[in-house]
């Protein structure tokens, strides 16, 4: 019912006449488009993952639909791709000539140069290539007939790509369409590339759903979607690099993006901390490949209207900074942006995870639109896509600020007070969402929950090769009864771990506490922190495990130490891939943090024993981790029997002979709370190299 609320009110928004036969005004239907969309993203945490996907699609799709429907209405920047892939067809470089220049007379058409236009050429207009010449004169929809294009030069290669497959005569459809598809797949590679991260899928609704994303890419055909998807797939393939080459492509593709759009150039402080020389030199690279061709046929052309854009804009003289000119004579407000965004740009190089760097560039993306104030509502479509992707749709008022200075007419407010009230409005949202998430102590990017007294110290951050972690940012779509994963937490006598380990659980993943006979309170401690606990009265670290899996209701399964040696904030690490299909079963790969963390004895024994099994088996393991993640049903299917300490060695060989797809993921390790029931004592350590000899006897034989 959402998505068709959403298909409809897109309808009406892109059709004049049936608002006017409704008596709607603009301004009416963008609010209750805006109130649609926050209600059905907002409904879709109530659809199970599964399902979701397909109801983002097709609610996605819908609305594209919808906004094809009708010829672009905010915005004739369509007529400019049209017309630059059409000069490019005949052969000629796009940087060479204005649109309304003679050399290119041949080419106009009724269509592109109707007798009447807001945008017209008069008798004896200068050339600017040619100084003593005249342009040619007449009417174009093309916007700013008189000066050249101010696109890159991968926007001009999708221009004429669009342009050779476009029917004669098919006026802007064609280049609608591309667009619609470019944001399909944009849609597509979210709900795919949140899950392989770990992350729920769903929040790729904030991208489908956004109006902003329909009226802007559908309906207005604008090329920034094209640099959205190129941002998007190279942040994803920068979030899980491990080599040089996965560095290099998606820097190739960041410079990409640049050479369509220049603004995703405010991503690069984002992935400053993972090969930055790598990732640099592949953008640049990119960038100067595109370039080369025009700038061997143009010379200088090649920058195209850029600095004229600047000027007409005033962003030069600082009229257009219209936050900032509140508190700024309009002469500092150009410098004092250019300070506010390199500040922004050192600190989130400092600060963001080189495995979520969509987190910085969402704060580089949400600080330059309030800077900057653009009265250009398709100037936010990468923010819409960064905030998707962390999971903050408290920065999408950034993307519906722009409508106002459009719209805001319709209720007497001129264009000056319409960015202030727009622009304004949205920073706040934002630096009270910033203050409320700080007060509730809810985890963000660089932030960790602080723990409780007593508890253990935070650990340092993973290398720099690891994958990221999800840690919270997709509470606003996840849903305890709906999780992505039940946490089974073996649990005797942890009181003082267990407030850090709940605490630590990322949006998504239901802790399953199995009480195996505490007498330090641990059960009502997990209780009231909002666990669901259960009691498994045989003794056993296998037995509370097992019990906890027949407890469990979620497809997928996690298993974590609850002694605080493990972060379950990093759980994502490990079910990612089960989510995502691309792996069957996952365990964590310990990093210890100090020497406390590992006992020698402990860790010479694990390292024999994943040596055993490699050479045995042929599987690649390092470690038996306790931090792992499978399918529920698949793990009961295994029909595993031990109840003691040889529960995890058994699953491991099980998984093995079941030809299961294992893989690992590195985790961090520090220092347990409390004494170990097996590490810490030797009776410990004895029952557990039995228990596991036994297993090794009784599975491999």
């Known amino acids: 019912m959402a998505s068709a609320a959403l298909a409809g009110l897109v309808l009406v928004s892109v059709r004049p006449a049936i608002r006017q036969r409704l008596g709607l005004s603009d301004l009416v239907v963008l609010a209750a488009l805006w109130i649609a969309f926050a209600v059905g993203a907002l ?194 393939v920068l979030s899980v690099s491990r080599t040089r080459g996965r560095s290099a492509l998606g820097g190739g593709l960041l410079g990409l993006a640049v050479a369509t759009k220049l603004y995703p150039a405010l991503v690069m402080p984002a992935i400053a901390r993972r090969r930055p020389i790598t990732v640099a030199s592949a953008a640049v690279a990119a960038v100067a490949a595109v370039y080369l061709p025009h700038l061997l046929a143009a010379g200088s052309g090649v920058l195209g209207f850029l600095p004229g854009y600047f000027h007409q804009e005033g962003y030069d003289n600082g009229t257009r900074f219209a936050l900032l000119s509140l508190v700024a004579p309009p002469a500092w407000c150009g410098p004092a942006a250019v300070v506010i965004l390199a500040v922004a740009a050192l600190a989130v190089a400092r600060a963001t995870d080189p495995r979520r760097p969509w987190d910085g560039a969402l704060v580089m993306t949400g600080i330059a639109l309030i800077l900057t104030c653009p009265a250009y509502p398709w100037y936010a479509v990468l923010l819409v896509a960064m905030a998707a992707m962390a999971g903050r749709p408290e920065w999408l008022p950034l993307a519906a600020a722009g409508y106002l200075p459009w719209f805001g007419t319709d209720v007497g407010v001129s264009w000056s007070t319409s960015v202030l009230t727009g622009y304004g409005t949205a920073a706040a949202v934002v ?42 940012v997709e509470v606003s779509l996840a849903s305890a009864r709906d999780p992505l994963a039940d946490v089974i937490l073996p649990c005797l006598d942890e009181a003082a771990a267990l407030p850090y380990v709940l605490s630590r659980l990322p949006a998504g993943y239901r802790a399953i506490v199995v009480d195996n006979g505490s007498s330090d309170g641990s059960a009502q401690i997990a209780r009231d922190l909002g666990a669901q606990v259960i009691h498994e009265p045989r003794r056993g670290f296998g037995a509370a495990c097992h019990a906890g899996l027949r407890a469990a209701t979620a497809d997928v399964v996690c298993f974590c130490d609850c002694d605080g040696s493990l972060d379950p904030a990093e759980l994502p690490l490990v079910a990612g891939p089960v989510l995502a299909g691309a792996a069957d079963f996952v365990l964590g790969r310990r990093r210890p943090r100090s020497v406390r963390a590992w006992p020698p004895h402990a860790r010479i024994a694990n390292w024999l024993l994943a040596r055993r099994i490699r050479r045995t088996t042929g599987t690649q393991l390092r470690d038996l981790g306790p931090m792992r993640a499978a399918r529920r049903e698949a793990l009961l299917a295994l029909g595993l029997r031990d109840r003691r300490f040889g529960y995890p060695l058994e699953m491991v060989l099980a998984a093995t002979r079941a030809n299961w797809r294992i893989a690992e993921a590195n985790v961090r390790y520090v220092p347990r709370t409390g004494r170990s029931k097996v590490t810490g004592t030797l009776s410990g350590t004895l029952r557990a190299v039995h228990d596991m000899r036994e297993v090794w006897k009784a599975v491999a034989g």
């Open 43 to 236: 409904l879709v945490r109530r659809i199970p993952i599964r399902l979701a996907g397909a109801v983002i699609l097709i609610g996605g799709a819908a609305m594209q639909l919808a906004a094809l429907s009708a010829p672009p209405h905010t915005s004739d920047d369509v007529y400019r791709y049209i017309w630059d892939g059409r000069v490019q067809a005949a052969g000629i470089d796009p940087y060479l000539y204005v649109p309304a220049a003679p050399e290119l007379a041949g080419m106009r058409d009724t269509f592109l140069w109707p007798a009447t236009s807001h945008w017209c050429v008069a008798p004896g207009a200068p050339d600017p290539d040619r100084p003593g010449t005249s342009l040619l004169p007449g009417c174009a929809k093309i916007n700013r007939p008189k000066v050249h294009t101010i696109y890159p030069p991968t926007a001009e290669a999708y221009f004429l790509v669009v342009d050779e497959a476009s029917p004669a005569g098919s006026g802007t459809l064609p280049m609608q369409g591309a667009a619609a598809v470019a944001a399909m797949a944009v849609t597509a590679a979210l709900l795919a590339g949140l899950g392989r991260v770990g992350r729920d899928p769903r929040l790729a609704v904030l991208w489908a759903w956004c109006p902003t994303i329909a009226l802007e890419t559908g309906n207005g055909a604008h090329v920034d979607v094209v640099a959205v998807a190129l941002t998007v797939a190279a942040l994803f």
């Open 431 to 472: 630096a009270i969402a910033a203050l409320a998430r700080l007060a509730m102590r809810l985890p963000t990017a660089d932030a960790p929950r602080p723990r409780t007294a007593g508890s253990v110290p935070p650990a340092p951050d993973l290398p720099a090769d690891a994958p990221a972690p999800s840690a919270g």
